[in-house]
């Protein structure tokens, strides 16, 4: 990271950010193209890092991509705030942001599935109390992002 004066280590002020975001964009390789996917999320820290889940279709680009090139790129942020000034090139923004990388893989486990969603509600709604019919999980794919690398930066 270039700005060091903006990185922020803390692990409780990370995952402070992270509740924030409520859109995560995972970039992937389609040989040579870049394919960026906005997405709904939810996220838990393991032993081994961090944990995000996603839903979607069955179907589609994006789960050729999660078999094919399972790799991918992340970038989420929040609490922009354009600052403005007298001089265009003297506005500047607040904000935070998170990049980094990771493995993508399909949830199977119906009790995975069931967990990944909870929590994907439970960022969405605040609460992670919902029931999942084997009809709903039927009709939905879910994958999961384990995370290798991340970096947070914020500028206030």
């Known amino acids: 990271m270039r700005r060091k004066d903006r990185e922020v280590k803390d ?7 992270m509740n924030r975001c409520h859109c995560c964009r995972l970039g992937f390789n389609d040989n040579g193209e870049v394919y960026i996917v906005p997405l709904n999320f939810g996220w838990e820290e393991t032993a081994s890092g961090f944990v995000f889940y ?14 094919h090139a399972p790799q991918v790129g992340f970038e ?7 600052k403005t000034a007298d001089m265009a090139c003297a506005h500047t923004a607040s904000f935070g942001s998170i ?35 084997g009809k709903m999980l ?5 994958f999961r992002l384990d995370v290798s690398s991340l970096s947070c930066k914020v500028h206030e």
């Open 99 to 133: 990049i980094g990388n990771g493995t993508v893989s399909m949830v199977d486990d119906e009790n995975e599935k069931k967990h990944g969603l909870s929590l994907m509600m439970r960022h969405a709604t605040g609460r992670a109390d919902w029931d999942f019919s």
């Open 76 to 82: 989420m942020d929040a609490d922009y705030q354009l």
């Open 11 to 17: 692990p409780e002020t990370v995952k402070a950010l």
């Open 54 to 67: 996603f839903h979607s279709a069955k179907e589609g680009r994006k789960i050729d991509l999660i078999a």
């Open 138 to 142: 039927d009709a939905v794919a879910v």
